[in-house]
């Protein structure tokens, strides 16, 4: 675990292990505030799991993982993406326990809810880039769209490639797929 030298940052981490959380619920630290969020919705699951079935067929040796805290180490922030997706030789280090180095991130996924919506579009989608997480997948139900982002560079994505629901999305090398949004509606 690597916190930065903040003690705010510090005391923030410390409270967030120690927080008993609901069944189904999830502690992130987003900017300097605790978060906690309720699962997800029917709709919600159901786009995890379509992009879980289309992340299956990627030629590279990956696995898309659910409830994964990746932690930030330039700002100490703690995201549980919706969707992680990590070689899967990751998942048998015995080094890694609950927190996932976001080095090790290929493609992070996070589906909108009223309650996600602003730290999904900016602060998450600016840490993302900032530690140079190679894609960003955005998939906003509030707003019908998905957005891919990539390049990630002097803290932000220069490449978006963003398609309305209901369009075939292309996710590039080293994943190769085409992910049909139609099957999120």
Known sequence: ?????????????????????????????????????PTPSTRHARVIWVLEGVLRSTPVD?????????????????????????????????????????????????????ATYGHDRGRKLRGYAAHAVPFYLLVDVLASSVTLYSEPGQGRYHEAIK???????????????VVDTAAFL
């Open 1 to 37: 675990m690597t916190v930065p030298d903040s003690p705010a940052l510090s005391e923030l981490a410390t409270v967030a292990e120690q927080i008993t959380v609901p069944e189904g619920y999830r502690v992130e630290i987003v900017g300097e505030v605790i978060v906690v969020s």
């Open 62 to 114: 990956t696995a898309a993982v659910q409830m994964v805290t990746i932690e930030l180490p330039l700002s100490g922030e703690r995201y549980v993406p919706d969707l992680l997706v990590l070689p899967t030789e990751v998942l048998t280090r015995e080094d890694i326990t609950w927190i996932v180095p976001i080095s090790e991130a290929l493609l992070a996924v996070e589906v909108t809810s009223r």
């Open 163 to 177: 398609v309305s629901m209901g369009e075939q999305l292309a996710i590039p090398e080293p994943f190769d797929i």
